[in-house]
């Protein structure tokens, strides 16, 4: 194994988030390949670091001022042995081949978990929709799409939301796709807007998921989300419904953040004041602080310097150190959820494990959100609409079955407790399996 993470780094050098992500399960999932040397012998590992297939592109487009302007368009499709590739794109300035390969080798295993049939992808550009009018998020979008339309298609893969990606960019996407194949094929692109193929709770979906993979976690030995205080980072779509369902919980969220600093308001997040700023204002955290008397503003500094016994990291990968986690774990800490996709770093899921802190990682925690999305892609196979209390007590049900799977795998793998090498062993075993019956492909 060591000499299959030697030759990916080697291979796919400069990719240090991709190593990351590599690593992370690579190093879980030695005690399964004890057991199963014919995953070894056929191959798995070799082929698992291996995208199926990488698309890179130019997407040229022009601003409201007629300027040209040139970003790079990925998707990598990594993994299709349990079904169509799935996964969201992002549009951040970050973006990079790095960034979309580890998010992208995530997406497997989450997704297996997820129990719904989905393979592993992600896409994405470089492009920052921040402060650009909604011409020029839609010409962008639309010349995205103009490349990627012909490696999409509902039983092929299935692109959906991420960081800088929502209903807006959704819709662009989706109305693009739609103008150059003559389909109205809506399986092809989930977390559509409800009235035009849109599942009920996918928007929710993920926060939602996070809190009830915490009450999961926390119900193991007896405790509650009711009466607890959450720290949640980010003040996107994943932070929003994990403070709202906190909240109908019996918790209380105290925070959110932006790349600007942090807000700390001691009776509770108002959520439809933070709506109102992030998304129909689309402006900063700060001034949440400035509507809300009792609140406080804080800019730059670690929101996770605020106490609180529940952690909800929502914003980005690498943003919680370990620092952040040794500062949380003496604030009393119990449990950690990633809402974001590794946010967490290396040292800082150590010192979390070593304290005995419940920590749910984030291919399990925030699997709520693509479950979501399969469940769309299914009403629009079937032409149907499920209410939105159905809709969750679906979510919920697969969340339990998230946890219990990561739970069960980490005792029968010898690591009881430790959701992260139970949350790679099961979702390792399940994508394996399918690639041993399948064949050298
Ligand atoms: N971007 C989300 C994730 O990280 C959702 C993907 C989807 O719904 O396809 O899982």
């Known amino acids: 194994m060591h000499s299959i993470y030697e030759a990916a780094l080697r291979r796919n050098a400069g990719e240090p988030e991709f190593h990351q992500a590599l690593h992370e ?80 080798f995530e997406q497997i295993f989450k997704n297996a978990l997820t129990a719904q049939g989905i393979g592993g992808g992600k896409g994405g550009s470089d492009f920052d929709p921040h402060g650009r009018s909604d011409a020029e998020v839609m010409r962008f979008c ?50 559509k807007g409800v009235g035009w193929g849109g599942a009920e709770v996918r928007t ?51 925070t959110a953040s932006d790349s600007s600093g942090y807000i700390v308001d001691e009776d509770g ?39 609180g016994q529940i952690a909800i990291p929502s914003a980005t990968q690498n943003e919680l150190n370990e620092q952040d986690a040794i500062t949380l774990v003496k604030n009393g800490v119990e449990a950690v959820a990633e ?29 709520g959100g693509v479950a979501t999305s399969a469940l769309e892609m299914s009403q629009n196979a079937a032409r149907q609409r499920w209410s939105f209390d159905d809709s969750e007590s679906r979510l919920r049900a697969i969340m339990s079955g998230v946890h219990n799977a990561a739970y069960e795998a980490a005792d029968r793998y010898g690591a009881p407790g430790d959701y992260v090498v139970g949350a790679n062993a099961a979702a390792f075993v399940k994508v394996a399996d399918a690639m041993l019956a399948q064949g050298v492909i």
Do not use: C
């Not at 300027?67 to 990594?78: A, I, S």
């Not at 039983?155 to 739609?178: K, S």
């Not at 129909?280 to 809300?292: L, N, Q």
């Not at 996709?341 to 399990?364: E, I």
């Open 142 to 191: 639309q010349s995205f799409m103009s490349e990627l339309y012909r490696h999409l298609g509902e039983h092929t893969d299935v692109p959906a939301g991420d960081i800088g990606v929502g209903a807006r960019e959704v819709g662009f996407l989706f109305g693009q796709y739609r103008k150059i194949t003559n389909r109205h094929e809506s399986g092809m692109f989930t977390g």
């Open 25 to 104: 399960v690579l190093e879980s999932i030695s005690p399964v390949l004890r057991e199963h040397p014919e995953y070894v012998e056929a191959g798995i590992l070799d082929r698992i670091v291996e995208p199926e297939r990488q698309i890179i592109f130019r997407v040229p487009w022009t601003d409201d001022q007629n300027r040209v302007h040139v970003n790079r368009g990925f998707r990598v499709q990594f993994n299709s042995a349990l079904g169509p590739y799935k996964g969201g794109l992002r549009f951040h300035p970050s973006v990079n081949l790095s960034i979309i390969k580890f998010l992208g």
């Open 269 to 307: 997040i108002d959520l439809d004041l933070l709506k109102q700023i992030k998304e129909v204002e689309r402006g900063r955290i700060s001034v949440y602080a400035e509507r809300k008397p009792g609140s406080r503003f804080v800019a730059g500094g670690r929101v996770w310097d605020v106490p």
């Open 204 to 254: 929710e979906a993920t926060g939602y998921g996070a809190v009830f993979f915490v009450d999961e976690m926390l119900a193991v030995s007896g405790r509650a989300i009711e009466g607890r205080r959450a720290i949640v980072s980010g003040s996107g779509n994943v932070a929003t419904y994990a403070i709202e369902k906190i909240h109908q919980l019996g918790g209380t969220a105290v």
């Open 339 to 367: 809402g974001a996709n590794m946010p967490s770093t290396p040292g800082a899921v150590r010192v979390f494990q070593d304290a005995g802190v419940l920590f749910g990682p984030g291919k399990a925690a925030n699997a």
